[in-house]
């Protein structure tokens, strides 16, 4: 097998290079059908596999082994065939025509007078790579991505098409936009585009308007079983997370789950819950809820204090403050009102039982990137609960998993150079340790974005990197050199290079960071295994 290299991204994955697009699908096929020992996901790109273990331990004895594994180059595997209709009118047309030395009307044909193959998924939930038959399209992506891509846009960036799934930030040259719906979850095949399916692309013949993004999926409606939780204020934003979901990478869906996984396995287990049950994730711990049936929660996380209330028919019991990292009764009728109190940014609450709602792809986590899962809380919803299983014991109080400053307020991040340290050297990585970088408002459970008083980081390599899949962790540097440190919501995959990985340990740290705070990234000693030649 032709593997150029493997590398370190983080602590639990590993990212593949491959000398050839048919070297990349032979060993994604082959690890579909085979998969290693702890892998949990894979993502095909260009030139890249991307592997996702449940352990280091596991990383590690991928690295030894994949050198090794036997992978037969097979004819590409047939798939459907899908008709794409198209109003030419992108904003990026001309420019494109500019590019290729084509006038618009031949960039048309050259669009249509070919068919594309899906070779890989990622970016988003249906957005599919498409690789033409000749290379009179291939243009660079635009130089200043745009904040609002919509959805049903037609466009080209290198030597692939695609269309964007739903409304996005992005980069490539729009050359035009359809109606159909790339992504529906009431579809059996959620994405009507999937690897190896071939797209015609047909000049539409009648006007046809930008798609909206898909309608969100209502909740379920399912009866409430045993009481539950009445939402009756929710805060900045609260949302349902679980540990996610897995499996789905080469689709374009990522894994989301709980931002802070300490906090929330912390949550789980105070009220006895099974690991990976949801909660519910609150943005700057300011939530009420009242209990349906009598309940038992407990709140991690963010520091808050947290009152109870009594039921407005009840004389007898008087108002009463409730323990944090601790579990707590919240009887029928009270209400249980949460208040920021200091350190951190998310709380978790979870309920003693199941929270009983229908899963999206296997999971009730809320992606906010990619839309997939449960919408937002809102004041007056009721999360119905069922009752857990004999034998599941309610937990102890145990100390927070909130992360400490050093005497200066700034917090330290271990990270692993890599997956692309190359494209910015030694310098670069020492500069990335040495100076403090600032958490911006501009953060979200996709990333946390980082400034600096101080010098931006440099590329010492020009040109762009092919598209990749991309890690929990990763500190991904655009071409303004300030990186963004990718949370829970991040993209499956990106273009810009990521100089280092914030091991898995750090990651529940880096989620309770608030805006203001200030960072420093220390470098694992386990950096030395970043790369190996295969």
Request: charged share 20%.
């Amino acid at each position: 097998m032709s593997i150029r290299a493997i590398h370190r991204a983080g602590s639990h994955d590993l990212l593949i290079d491959l000398d050839s697009l048919d070297a990349v699908l032979a060993l994604n096929a082959a690890l579909e059908t085979s998969p290693l020992s702890g892998q949990r996901d894979l993502l095909a790109a260009a030139q890249t596999v991307l592997l996702k273990f449940d352990s280091a331990q596991s990383a590690e004895r991928a690295m030894a082994a994949l050198p090794e594994l036997e992978v037969a180059y097979a004819l590409h595997a047939a798939g459907k065939l899908v008709e794409v209709p198209v109003n030419y009118d992108g904003e990026d047309l001309a420019a494109v025509a500019g590019l290729t030395g084509l006038s618009t009307e031949a960039v048309i044909n050259a669009h249509t007078s070919q068919r594309w193959r899906a070779v890989f998924g990622g970016f988003a939930p249906g957005f599919a790579y498409l690789l033409g038959e000749n290379q009179d399209l291939h243009v660079p992506r635009r130089d200043s991505p745009r904040t609002k891509v919509p959805a049903g846009a037609v466009a080209l960036a290198g030597e692939y098409s695609a269309v964007y799934p739903r409304q996005s930030p992005g980069g490539w040259q729009l050359i035009g936009h359809t109606d159909l719906q790339m992504w529906d979850l009431q579809r059996e095949n959620p994405a009507l585009i999937r690897p190896q399916d071939t797209v015609q692309f047909v000049r539409a013949t009648r006007k046809i308007s930008v798609s909206q993004a898909p309608a969100a999926q209502d909740e379920a409606s399912g009866q409430a079983l045993a009481g539950g939780l009445r939402i009756i204020d929710a805060g900045l934003q609260s949302l349902l997370q679980d540990a996610g979901r897995i499996g789905y990478g080469n689709l374009g869906v990522g894994v989301a789950g709980a931002a802070d996984p300490a906090a929330f396995h912390q949550a789980n287990r105070l009220v006895g819950n099974q690991p990976g049950q949801a909660v519910i994730e609150n943005l700057g711990s300011r939530i009420t809820v009242e209990a349906e049936q009598d309940q038992v929660l407990a709140l991690t996380g963010a520091e808050a204090e947290l009152w109870i209330t009594p039921a407005e028919d009840d004389q007898v019991r008087t108002p009463r403050q409730a323990a944090a990292n601790a579990p707590f009764a919240l009887l029928h009728g009270e209400r249980l009102e949460v208040e920021p109190a200091g350190r951190g940014l998310r709380s978790y609450l979870a309920v003693r039982g199941t929270i009983e709602q229908e899963p999206v792809l296997g999971s009730l986590s809320t992606d906010t990137l990619s839309g997939v899962g449960p919408q937002p809380l809102q004041a007056g919803g009721l999360l119905p609960v069922n009752r857990p299983y004999l034998g599941h014991i309610v937990g102890n109080s145990e100390p927070s998993t909130l992360p400490v400053p050093d005497d200066n307020g700034v917090y330290t991040l271990r990270a692993m150079p890599g997956p692309r340290a190359d494209w910015f050297g030694q310098a670069g990585l020492d500069q990335l340790a040495a100076q403090i970088w600032d958490v911006t408002s501009e953060s979200n459970r996709v990333g946390v974005r980082l400034d600096t008083g101080q010098q931006p980081l440099q590329r010492v390599r020009s040109g762009e990197l092919a598209s990749e899949g991309v890690a929990r962790g990763s500190l991904q540097v655009p071409p303004s050199g300030l990186p963004v440190l990718f949370l829970a919501d991040h993209p499956v995959t990106g273009g810009y290079p990521v100089i280092a990985t914030v091991i898995a340990e750090d990651l529940s740290a880096a989620a309770q960071l608030p805006p203001g705070s200030r960072i420093r990234f220390e470098l694992h000693p386990a950096a030395s295994h970043a790369a190996s030649d295969a």
